[in-house]
């Protein structure tokens, strides 16, 4: 069985950077579609970012764009969330997911395996 391990996330103040990791273990997720979501309080899960199997398609939340990068290390079994200039609406807990797929997936119900989140807060 599959598993997705988050860490990365802390309090950051505003115009700072994160980079948060996604670690997999129990299976080979090389060929899985991986994705990045966020939850704040009182809020639904959203999209943040997406990338392909191979690593060479990536897509983004528009909220996002510019500001948030997606990579895989797939010998590492290892997602990236590289997160810049970061801005108090990015408050929110972070999930990585993964799903076997040739193309991105962007809709939560899509994905298969999730982590269990890690938090991110940025304060103003």
């Known amino acids: 069985q599959g598993q997705l391990v988050e860490s990365g996330g802390r309090l950051v103040q505003a115009g700072g950077s994160l980079r948060l990791s996604c670690a997999a273990s129990?299976?080979?997720?090389?060929?899985?579609?991986m994705g990045w979501f966020r939850q704040a309080p009182g809020k639904e899960r959203e999209f943040v970012a997406a990338?392909?199997?191979?690593?060479?398609?990536?897509y983004y939340a528009d909220s996002v764009k510019g500001r948030f990068s997606i990579s895989r290390d797939i010998a590492e079994n290892t997602v990236y969330l590289q997160m810049n200039s970061l801005k108090p609406e990015d408050t929110a807990v972070y999930y990585c997911?993964?799903?076997?797929?040739?193309?991105?997936?962007?809709?939560?119900?899509?994905?298969?395996?999730w982590g269990q989140g890690t938090q991110v807060t940025v304060s103003s």
């Open positions: 990338i392909s199997w191979s690593g060479l398609s990536t």
């Open positions: 129990g299976h080979t997720f090389s060929t899985y579609s």
């Open positions: 997911a993964a799903v076997y797929s040739d193309y991105l997936r962007i809709r939560a119900n899509e994905y298969k395996y």
